[in-house]
Nanobody, 128 residues
């Protein structure tokens, strides 16, 4: 059974940094599409970044140059390093996994519906 568990959320002031991680268990295959989405109450879930097993990475325009997504194969962990955070970056951050690496390009700009597995999320709060 596949489980995704996010960690690392918290509260920071504008301009600060946080790193959120997603530990994957129960899935050990080398092919994947993984990503981060975020959501605030009353809004649709927003795509933030994705990475696949070929190392193809895509970012939401507003986070380019500030966020870095990475996958640690040895630890089977997905990371998102977030720098120069702004209040608009606040939200619940969810990681997701799909076993079809080719799905990644299709997910850009979407709410991630159809991804095979989701974590329960970790909250990020950025104060002005």
């Amino acid at each position: 059974q596949v489980h995704l568990v996010e960690s690392g959320g918290g509260s920071v002031q504008s301009g600060g940094s946080l790193k959120v991680s997603c530990a994957v268990s129960g899935y050990t295959y080398s092919w994947f599409c993984m990503g981060w989405w975020r959501q605030v109450p009353g809004k649709e879930r927003e795509w933030v970044a994705t990475i696949n097993d070929e190392g193809v990475i895509r970012y939401l325009d507003s986070v380019k140059g500030r966020f870095t997504i990475s996958h640690d194969n040895a630890e089977n962990t997905l990371n998102l390093q977030m720098n120069n955070l702004a209040p608009d970056d606040s939200g619940m951050y969810y990681c997701a996994l799909d076993v079809a690496s080719a799905k990644c390009p299709v997910l850009i700009g979407t709410g991630g519906h159809g991804m095979d597995y989701w974590g329960k999320g970790t909250r990020v709060t950025v104060s002005a």
